[in-house]
């Protein structure tokens, strides 16, 4: 009889295949490429598309003429001062929240009925409350951060282990033990995690802010250069509000994987 | 000195509102450098008792002290969850105890080196929980419990979690740190031949309620209880504890 052999091949190995890591510029790097020709060719024109080419060369003179750096340091004292503010009124908040019965009680149900407003819906409100100066820019900026924060923190204090409690107690821990060295490490992911949706909440609305009240800042430099269509320089704005939002993000990321070192 | 629990009773409130008595008439006292082990079928209570020794649960009526002792005791407790603090490294759990009792860092690091030592975690006493495998985890809880080296030593079903080989050689080791330590000690557990490998007595609990059926002596050494000389004796034992637990086993499986 004829020996018969049927090799079983990995059939799911389509799973684990790998791919090259520069494939992840090349998508970038195709769409950069494209959007040059397209320009070049003058198939849209330069004053609704300019070239990227030529928004980074514009970019270079705004930053030498210095009108840069007017516009980012005072945006970058509104959206830092803001989100500072923000987000230690919002973790205080929430660990109170989350470990104290009676201010869960009282507190979260006026958090839980402010939160759903669209804050930049308050911003005339604030103006007429707070003058149209820096205060009720960082002040919008601020209560916009505090709401992710705050509703993170106190779920993180929720979520911690109750076996964890109950270990600290058993070895020694007094209340306030308990929260320095259980809850609060314990909350601390959840934490992070509202602080990086809060940096998008900020970035928004500092630009929002500035578009309707600020003589500086790079939102007031965007509209500014979009009411005169100068769109090369306007794109300078986008692409500077993008790399803030980039950097904002891999700060927070360092930070939390600096202090969060255990984590899974 | 010697832990007394006296007519401890808990009753709970269920889901459907009906008082639901979980323990009844508990009543046993543990001497001093004695091993005893609770064990019955699920939803005996035990691990609730165990709560209640632990001062983690209130009992509905009766008591748990010290008899003889002069400053507050100091409890050890293994977790069944073993409860690591994640963001701590395995030395910062095991001193935990230490610290919050305010032994200066000279003690700490003298303490917690020797418990780490003897549970055999000494090359990862700098590895974060989740580097740990479910064995060494557990070594590093037993660690902590005895760091704080506690007058009361109580463990919930440690070794439940593990793997069967693992836990195996879990209970040897077991054996051979309490026989340089010998604290009095309260184990729970489900596992009949656990019971009888560890204990100095064993006891039985049945099941609604949770109540003390027996109190079986182990007249076995404390070491070797392995060998072929106490097999037949061993399996004897088990098979007297597996007879009172096998009816209220049989109803839990029903529930």
């Known amino acids: 009889m004829e020996k018969q052999k049927q090799v079983i091949t990995n059939r799911v190995a389509f799973l684990d295949k790998k791919v090259p890591f520069y494939t992840s510029f090349l998508g970038i790097a195709g769409i950069l490429i494209l959007w040059e020709i397209v320009s070049r060719i003058g198939i849209v024109s330069p004053l609704f598309l300019p070239a990227p080419s030529n928004i980074v060369i514009t970019g270079w003179e705004m930053l030498v003429s210095g009108e840069i750096y007017g516009n980012l340091t005072a945006s970058l004292y509104r959206i830092v001062l803001g989100y500072a503010i923000g987000a230690a009124f919002g973790i205080l908040i929430g660990l109170i929240l989350g470990f104290f019965r009676v201010a869960d009680a009282i507190g979260t149900p006026i958090v839980y009925s402010i939160y759903p407003i669209p804050k930049i819906a308050l911003l005339p ?95 007031s430099m965007v509209l500014h250069y979009g009411n005169l269509m100068i769109t090369s320089k306007l794109m300078v704005g986008v692409l500077i509000l993008s790399l803030l939002g980039l950097i904002f993000n891999r700060a927070l990321r360092w930070l939390e994987n600096k202090l969060i070192p255990w984590k899974e | 000195m010697s832990i007394v629990i006296e007519n401890v009773e808990k009753t709970f409130i269920d889901s459907k509102k009906n008082e639901v008595t979980a323990l009844k008439s508990i009543n046993f006292t543990i001497h001093e450098e004695e091993f005893v082990v609770l064990v019955g079928p699920s939803g005996c209570g035990k691990s609730t008792l165990l709560n209640i020794v632990g001062g983690l649960l209130s009992p ?18 293994v977790f069944q969850e073993i409860a690591l603090f994640p963001w701590r490294t395995v030395f910062e759990n095991v001193v935990y105890g230490l610290q919050e009792r305010g032994a200066s860092k000279k003690q700490q690091q003298e303490i917690g080196n020797h418990y780490i030592d003897m549970v055999g975690l000494t090359d990862f006493k700098d590895a974060y929980p989740k580097q740990l495998s479910g064995g060494m985890k557990q070594r590093a809880g037993i660690a902590r419990a005895l760091a704080v080296e506690p007058d009361l030593l109580l463990m919930d079903e440690p070794f439940s979690a593990l793997d069967a080989q693992t836990r195996t050689l879990m209970q040897e080791e077991l054996l051979t740190i309490w026989n340089r330590t010998r604290l009095s000690t309260l184990y729970v557990t489900h596992n009949i031949e656990e019971a009888v490998y560890l204990a100095d007595r064993v006891i039985v609990l049945s099941r609604h309620p949770g109540q003390i059926k027996q109190i079986i002596n182990i007249d076995l050494p404390k070491t070797g209880r392995n060998d072929e000389k106490y097999r037949e004796q061993s399996s004897k034992y088990a098979d007297e504890i597996w007879q009172l637990i096998r009816h209220d086993a049989e109803a839990a499986l029903k529930e």
Not at chain 2, 60 to 77: A, C, H, M, Q, R
Request: overall charge positive; aromatic content about 8%.
């Open chain 1, 125 to 219: 409100l604030f103006i007429l409350w707070l003058g149209i100066g820096e205060l009720s820019k960082v002040t919008i900026i601020a209560l916009g951060v505090f709401f992710p924060v705050v509703i993170n923190t106190f779920s993180g204090v929720k979520s911690v282990d109750p076996m964890l409690v109950k270990a600290a107690v058993t070895f020694g821990s007094n209340r306030i033990n308990v929260i320095r060295k259980v809850i609060l490490p314990g909350a601390l992911p959840m934490i992070f995690a509202g602080l990086k949706l809060a940096a998008g909440t900020s970035l928004l609305l500092l630009v929002s802010a500035e578009m309707i009240a600020a003589q500086e800042g790079i939102g």
């Open chain 2, 60 to 77: 509905t009526s009766g008591s748990v002290y010290f008899d003889g002792i002069k400053e507050n005791p100091t409890l050890g407790i």
